[in-house]
């Protein structure tokens, strides 16, 4: 299996005085001709917010933007009229289709820290949505749990315009899951925390690990783990 491991340290890297954020593709000031995305995956950034800070009104058009909260909480508000606050360990989907005005606040007495990560729909023109829901850590223990979806079979992920699959689990040290990627499919791999090897290559927290041949992964837990899975249409 073909894979490539970016390290945390090696990701592209942007702060102001309320956000630090790494970029683990090319994105806004940072350009990386070799890191331009896996399949449709455009952006994964690893972001930290100030409390009393965020992202003030902005749009969007033609994108699956997926955020998974690691820490603290985030508060979204769009043009739709949506607002609501998802807290860590859950995720909200934003497609932002014909076009839409949001912006992402730290309500919160903490900093909060989230993933968020951009997947290109399968055609331009679909309605605007939003929607957040809670997925428990337990039910995630040693499985991985679909939280954004648009394949077949996995009406319980929040859904998005594309044949892609975002995953998430948590696993004690030494757990371990395999995942099957069928031909034709690619996949990313990000622990949220705690250190991972698959098929015995280790992937240190918040590293980023590209899959591009298909095949099996065994992902197994060196610490306490949880990551993030997208499994992927090798067509972008």
């Known amino acids: 299996m073909d894979t490539t491991v970016t390290p945390y340290d090696a990701l592209g890297r942007f702060q102001t005085d309320w956000l630090n954020s790494r970029h683990h593709f090319s994105f806004g000031h940072y350009h990386d001709p070799a890191r331009m995305g896996v399949g449709p995956l455009r952006v994964w950034n690893d972001d930290e917010v100030r409390p009393g800070t965020g992202f003030e009104?902005?749009?969007?058009?033609?994108?699956e933007i997926i955020t998974y909260v690691r820490r603290g909480a985030i508060t979204h508000r769009d043009s739709l009229g949506n607002e609501g606050r998802t807290v860590a360990g859950d995720v909200q989907v934003m497609s932002a289709g014909t076009g839409i005005v949001h912006a992402e606040y730290n309500l919160e007495a903490e900093p909060t820290?989230?993933?968020?990560?951009?997947?290109?729909?399968?055609?331009?023109?679909h309605a605007p949505r939003w929607a957040t829901k809670r997925f428990p850590a337990p039910e995630r223990s040693g499985v991985l749990v679909p939280l954004a979806s648009g394949e077949a079979g996995h009406d319980e992920a929040l859904p998005i315009h594309r044949d892609a699959t975002l995953y998430g689990a948590t696993l004690p040290a030494g757990g371990e899951i395999e995942h099957v990627l069928l031909p034709g499919r690619l996949a990313y791999l990000v622990p949220s925390r705690g250190d991972m090897r698959v098929n015995g290559t280790p992937v240190p927290a918040r590293a980023g690990a590209a899959f591009r041949t298909d095949g099996p992964m065994e992902i197994v837990a060196k610490t306490d783990s949880e990551f993030l899975l997208a499994d992927l249409p090798a067509g972008g």
């Open 57 to 63: 009104p902005h749009p969007h058009r033609n994108m």
């Open 113 to 125: 820290a989230f993933f968020q990560i951009w997947i290109e729909p399968d055609r331009a023109g």
